[in-house]
């Protein structure tokens, strides 16, 4: 993949690693999947450094780097842990998020709120609310020049943590055309976080229950038209798939390194393992599917650079890397053998990490409707024959 990166980018993932190498050791990250516990504390170098604004324009305090380059530096991280990096990702998701569906002043007083080194969460899922997102329940009642928020959103990532959310909301009992989107400081009255998720993996990013109880915002926060939220969280989901894809295939490139290493290490019948068909082929599958992947999301990611909305794209970038994924891990564990299910070694917890990619952002089998949609609307009226 290297071909692919530009000068700038070199520098960036560079600076990135080096910055990496001091912050996540692998006792750091250790301790904290051990705790299953979001290390707020090793935010702040990340923070001077602006990696949660990197592809946030220059006017909002961000870097002004494109989706790909961004798209890069991210996957860097993910070889250290995955749950960090999404952390980031998350919080300049919203700030994207709030800069596509409201003003500029609304995205300006949000990135107000994380410039300086603090966390965004995005919460539309709901208990009942999951893949069904347009049947959230959670309502805006609007009361003079505000709205009164109340509900409960499950499973937010950076939900305990997060200094700002963006909050999909009922406003009239119209299905997906009756939500609305909202921005909601953390400081306001009525929202408490509730139970932090003990997950199996990516153990370092947090993810909580957030209860809103009668929280009063003006209607100056709700981002765009009343109705729209829909639409809001379907574009939102629509760049952190996209970047989903981006941390799995970090996690790969830390699989693929850790086994061809390993295996070229370890003797078994007198010779390396990697000298075994067997393993060869184990490690060379995992390279396919690492450099499809890379190339699969340098091209989605440079159809966002031109302003693309990737509905498809996203869904397949994300449905197939991360399915992919779950392949190169496998993988992984069987070429450490016994060592590989030993928490001594690292690939057992890039197993754990990596299962929830499947499943947040959209399942992987709403992903396969979302595609059959879109090529069903693409051939419509299509004469199709040679
Ligand atoms: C670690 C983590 C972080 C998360 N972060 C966030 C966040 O920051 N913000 C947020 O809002 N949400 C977040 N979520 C929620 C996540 O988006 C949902 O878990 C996901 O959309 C699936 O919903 P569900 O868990 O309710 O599963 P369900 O919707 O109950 O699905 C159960 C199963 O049924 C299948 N299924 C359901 N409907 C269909 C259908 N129509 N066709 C085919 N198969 C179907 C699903 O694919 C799945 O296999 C997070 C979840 C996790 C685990």
Do not use: W
Not at 116 to 122: D, K
Not at 222 to 228: I, N, P, S, T, V
């Amino acid at each position: 993949m290297a071909l692919l990166y530009t000068q700038e980018q070199r520098e960036f993932i560079r600076m990135v690693q080096e910055f990496a190498d001091q912050t996540l050791t692998p006792e750091v990250v250790s301790k904290y999947d051990h705790l299953g516990q979001c290390p707020v504390e090793l935010f702040k170098p990340a923070f001077d450094m602006g990696l949660h604004m990197l592809e946030i324009p220059e006017e909002y305090g961000g870097a002004g780097l494109p989706y790909s380059t961004t798209a890069m530096v991210f996957s860097k991280l993910a070889e250290y842990d995955a749950g960090y990096a999404i952390t980031l990702v998350s919080t300049f998701v919203a700030l994207r998020s709030v800069m596509l569906a409201g003003s500029a002043d609304q995205a300006r007083r949000f990135a107000d709120i994380i410039e300086p080194g603090a966390f965004a969460a995005f919460a539309l899922s709901e208990s009942d609310a999951g893949t069904d997102a347009g049947s959230v329940k959670s309502t805006a009642t609007r009361d003079g020049d505000d709205y009164i928020l109340t509900g409960e959103k499950t499973f937010i990532t950076n939900g305990s943590i997060a200094n700002v959310y963006v909050g999909i909301f009922r406003t009239a009992d119209t299905g997906n055309k009756g939500l609305s989107a909202f921005m909601i400081e953390r400081s306001r009255e009525g929202i408490s976080v509730g139970a932090h998720e003990d997950k199996m993996g990516l153990r370092l990013s947090d993810t909580s229950t957030v209860n809103f109880d009668h929280v009063r915002v003006p209607a100056s926060n709700r981002l765009g038209d009343e109705g729209a939220g829909f639409k809001v969280a379907m574009n939102s989901l629509n760049l952190s798939r996209a970047f989903v894809a981006t941390l799995a295939a970090g996690i790969m490139q830390r699989a693929l390194d850790e086994s061809v290493s390993y295996a070229r290490i370890r003797s078994q019948f007198k010779r390396p393992i990697i000298r075994f068909e067997a393993v060869q082929e184990m490690l060379a599958d995992m390279a396919i599917a690492l450099e499809t992947s890379q190339v699969l999301i340098h091209n989605t990611m440079t159809m966002m650079d031109q302003g693309n909305l990737v509905r498809k794209e996203g869904a397949m970038t994300k449905t197939y890397v991360t399915d992919a994924l779950q392949r190169v891990v496998t993988d992984a564990v069987q070429v450490f053998g016994g060592y590989g299910v030993s928490k001594a070694y690292p690939v057992e917890k890039l197993m754990r990490d990596s299962k929830v990619f499947q499943i947040f952002e959209g399942t992987n089998q709403i992903q396969r409707v979302t595609i059959a949609n879109e090529l069903d609307k693409e051939y419509a009226g299509k004469e199709v024959g040679r």
